[in-house]
């Protein structure tokens, strides 16, 4: 298994998806954003240019899990690949679990790109504050790679595109990606998963404490989404 994860962290950093979405994007997103609300002074309690540090730097880790790894696993469905490796001494949760090993592997590059570039903005952190941050947002992207490899098996392999960007679409706006929701919808989308986890890098990057329900809520989602990752595998298993 420690093999298929080596493999697969190659394929994904040499994908060219992968660094239009993970890479690229974040970047060019994080001048926009800047640019753009560069007069509002601050953000929920932090300069604009940390405010999306953080957001363009999650943006890059879902977009690493959903985008890059729900589309290949796709793909590999089509082409018979991950039938072929159902035929080999893998073990049945191997191929789930270098799926989620490998896309966390492949979204530090995402975080620390977007952290140079807000370094070169003017963002400045200490030591261990930076170390506290980047850990933190790494450690939360391992709950979209579940997600990642759930969308991958959610449905036919040619009409998975649509669900894909639907999901990633929409987790993004409700989660403030692209600016604050306020109001009383703001009150449900807070509890929306990107929403959660730009919320862990907020604390992480402004030493303030974390509730127990936003814990609660993170460890939910983590366990919902590799729980139905694990069941649609062995569903899609069944039926090959």
Known sequence: MITLIKLEVLRVLRNRRYLVFTLVLPVVLYS??????????????????????????????????????????????????????????????????????STAASTLPAILVVFALAYGQGVRLSVSEWLLLGLTLWLGGFVFAGLGVALGYSAAPDSIQPIIMIVYTVMLIL??????????????????????????????????????????????????????????????????
């Open 175 to 240: 989660g403030g990606t692209y600016g604050q929701i306020g109001g009383s919808f703001g009150s449900f989308a807070k509890w929306t998963p990107m929403a959660l986890y730009n919320e862990l890098g907020r604390v992480a990057q402004t030493g303030s404490s974390v509730g127990v329900g936003t814990l609660a809520a993170v460890l939910g989602y983590a366990v919902a989404f590799i729980g139905l990752a694990a069941f649609l595998y062995q569903r899609d298993r069944r039926e090959a």
């Open 32 to 101: 926009v954003m800047v640019g753009a609300y560069g007069k509002a002074g601050s953000l929920d309690g932090v300069s604009v240019k940390e405010y999306f540090m953080v957001a363009m730097a999650t943006l890059g880790t879902v977009s690493a899990s959903m985008t890059t790894n729900a589309n290949r696993i796709a793909l590999e469905r089509k082409s018979g690949w991950a039938r072929q490796l159902r035929l080999t001494a893998l073990p049945g949760y191997g191929y789930v679990v270098a799926k989620i090993a």
